[in-house]
């Protein structure tokens, strides 16, 4: 009998195929998120499982799963499962690193460029049949040309961005434990968290979501930013103050804002709507084609191997 496999969420067609050619699913997936009791329902039997963010994995679940093995998370961070818990259980935890990189750091820059040049404003306008043609001084944006780009962590995705400031001719600052591996030593340069907040033009966040990292980004340190700056997030949404972001961009102590995540998913914060540079996504960083379906397969890859007894690729923890 091929091995009991729960699915949270609906996945890429390419990746159900494979489920279901391999694996006996516990549920049928639904493309919104489950309740607790389907949740656990689907836990229940399930000798695998490949879960979301959106997806609380904590004791309680992982006590209704005797049979479960592997845990197959569809995302690079993992703050949404008790990884203690489930090692103490003998449970394997796998992620999806990498595959995800390029993608989010595209939107990244999508979304800097879009508060900055105050693209969804002019869409709007145009959409609305309300533009009376060419004026000197409508919608003026901010330069993203020879500016300073400030990241802070400089992961696999944070030098993903770093890289592609090369092309805007842009001097890099970043913050991170460690010296970022192969970085360019005159356009990239490791600064202090202070230093990062008071020079960056745009500042990026690529951090993961730890009881370090839950604020990082507060009424303090948007008080160090300059009023010209733009902050960017595609990390985790807890990692910003949205209340301190809000206030800060009514007050003009902040340009602007890219938000691609936020701190109560899918809810973001009232303030943040119709706000002049502001431009807001919903979690939408890996979300290509190809990219959410070489995670789901990446997934898949995992849970083979915890299953046939070999080490997983992708193991966390």
């Known amino acids: 009998m091929p091995p009991a496999l729960y699915v949270a969420r609906l996945l890429p067609d390419p990746v159900m195929a494979v489920i279901r050619e391999r694996f006996r699913?516990?549920?049928?997936p639904a493309a919104d998120p489950p309740?607790?009791?389907t949740l656990l329902e689907g836990f229940r039997e399930a000798e695998a499982a490949i879960c979301t963010l959106?997806?609380?994995?904590?004791?309680?679940?992982?006590?209704?799963?005797?049979?479960?093995?592997?845990?197959a998370n569809y995302a690079v961070g993992y703050n949404n499962i008790d990884v203690a818990a489930a090692q103490a259980r003998?449970?394997?935890?796998?992620?999806?690193?990498?595959?995800?990189?390029?993608?989010?750091?595209?939107?990244t820059w999508a979304l800097l460029l879009a508060a900055?040049?105050?693209i969804p404003d002019g869409h709007e306008l145009m959409q609305q049949g309300a533009w009376k043609g060419w004026e000197p001084t409508q919608m003026l944006g901010a330069d993203v040309a020879g500016q300073v780009l400030g990241i802070i962590g400089m992961g696999r995705i944070g030098r993903a961005v770093a890289r592609r400031a090369a092309g805007f001719n842009m001097r890099v600052l970043y913050y991170s434990r460690a010296p970022a591996p192969s970085a360019p030593n005159?356009?990239?340069?490791?600064?202090?968290?202070?230093?990062?907040?008071?020079?960056s033009d745009f500042l990026s966040l690529h951090v993961p979501l730890t009881p370090d990292t839950h604020h990082?980004?507060?009424?303090?340190?948007?008080?160090r930013m300059r009023p010209t700056a733009f902050l960017i997030n595609t990390s985790r949404g807890p990692v910003v103050d949205e209340a301190a972001l809000v206030d800060a961009l009514r007050e003009g102590r902040l340009a602007g804002a890219g938000l691609d995540v936020y701190e109560q998913e899918p809810h973001m914060h009232p303030g943040l709507r119709s706000l002049p540079h502001v431009v807001t996504l919903p979690h939408?960083?890996?979300?290509?084609?190809?990219?959410?379906?070489?995670?789901?397969?990446m997934c898949i890859e995992n849970i083979v191997a915890v299953l046939e007894g070999r080490p997983a690729p992708n193991r966390v923890g």
């Open 90 to 107: 003998g449970m394997v935890v796998t992620n999806t690193p990498d595959v995800l990189t390029e993608a989010t750091a595209d939107l």
């Open 35 to 37: 309740s607790r009791k």
């Open 25 to 28: 699913l516990t549920l049928p």
């Open 54 to 71: 959106t997806e609380q994995i904590d004791q309680d679940v992982l006590i209704a799963a005797p049979r479960l093995r592997v845990i």
């Open 216 to 223: 990082l980004i507060g009424a303090k340190e948007l008080r």
């Open 284 to 297: 939408l960083g890996s979300a290509t084609r190809n990219t959410r379906t070489r995670m789901g397969l």
């Open 116 to 118: 900055a040049r105050r």
């Open 186 to 199: 005159e356009r990239w340069r490791r600064v202090s968290f202070e230093e990062i907040l008071a020079q």
